[in-house]
């Protein structure tokens, strides 16, 4: 009797090991769910302003060695809506429409550092401030390899906590 509780036992782990591999798999191919899709890429269309007010297009990601100022126009958001900066920086402030709307720091609380020692900065928005001017003042910390601002996303929260999960499945089924 012992040995059939043992082998039903190591059957049902076995199984259970198997479904959250497909269920991990389908996540992973479920683009809809991934904050990396283009469709919530958010790295197009911003314009370094310069001290004199005049502005210059840029790409991301993009390396400054000194405080910047950064814009753009957000697009529709909703009240769950995220901004996602992934940022190498001192200080960072982000205002709609000049309204400061986030204040961080190199050591804030609830900012993500990455293998890379990048920050991953999350604000949340408002579905006021869709259509609005963006505007981002970051100080970046010395680097000699990330950029300064090496990615810019608008998804939501639960699209990047699946994400996340998604992405880091393997880890989470080890814990």
């Known amino acids: 009797m012992h040995d059939i509780l043992k082998k039903l036992g190591y059957v049902f782990v076995t199984i259970l090991f198997a479904i959250g591999f497909l269920i991990a798999i389908n996540i992973v191919d479920n683009n809809d769910y991934h904050p990396y899709n283009p469709s919530r890429d958010f790295t197009t269309g911003w314009v370094l302003v310069n001290d004199d007010g005049s502005k210059k297009p840029i790409e991301v990601p993009h390396r400054f060695e000194d405080e910047f ?101 393997a880890i989470f089924a080890l814990a």
């Open 69 to 169: 100022v950064i814009e753009n126009t957000l697009p529709t958001v909703t009240n769950k809506t995220v901004l996602l900066l992934r940022v190498n920086y001192k200080k960072v402030l982000v205002y709609v429409e000049d309204e400061l709307i986030h204040e961080g720091y190199e050591a804030s609380y609830g900012h993500i550092k990455t293998d890379t020692s990048n920050y991953l900065v999350a604000v949340n928005l408002r579905s006021e401030y869709s259509d609005k001017t963006i505007k981002i003042v970051l100080e970046p910390r010395e680097s000699m390899f990330n950029h300064s601002v090496s990615d810019i996303l608008v998804t939501t929260q639960e699209d990047f906590a699946l994400a996340t999960v998604a992405d880091n499945w």
